[in-house]
């Protein structure tokens, strides 16, 4: 299938300490290296949007030299890729939640977003639709739907690993008005 469905964290504001909360987050994921790295041009309004222009700035770089690379007023996009983080989470979904709810859905890979930047889901007729406009956000995703979208989330909610996640990006960046959701 080739639908996408997202576990998404979002932040509406970037912390005071950009590159820091970059190496946070990299440290996060465990990875060493990042699949690819792009940069938005500056948008109009400021907001990054998918499908917007980008400077491709490397692959497969090493996870520690990507912080440097965000500018203000641009979106910086890091392909993780598979990383133990993904790894660990897909494992966890599959072991704990039944098939027949999953259907194909399966965890690929984490996406990272550092400056303003629209988070996509579909609406009711398969159409792009905002869920909403964020500075920071870890976006873990993965092909497919699932059968039951609303049993799939509450169950994610529930894993170990989601709540070591969660509690730790917390930890780090307060959130008070983050985003914490399944989009499909």
Known sequence: MSRVSQIVLGLPTLPTEVEGAVQFLL??????????????????????RGGQRAECLGRDLQADDVAALYREGTCLVIDVGKCPLSTTMRSAIQSSIAISHLDEFSVNGIFLHIGDHEILGVDEDGDPSTVGHYALSLTIWGYGTPAAPDLVWEAIQSLDVFHEL???????????????????
Not at 31 to 47: C, I, K, N, Q, Y
Not at 166 to 184: K, N, Q, T, Y
Request: aromatic letters at 8%.
């Open 27 to 48: 440290r996060l994921t465990g990875a060493e290296r990042v699949f690819a790295v792009s940069r938005t041009l500056p948008a109009p309004d400021g907001v990054h």
């Open 166 to 184: 969660r509690s730790r990006v917390e930890s780090e960046f307060g959130m008070p008005d983050a985003l914490f959701a399944m989009i499909v």
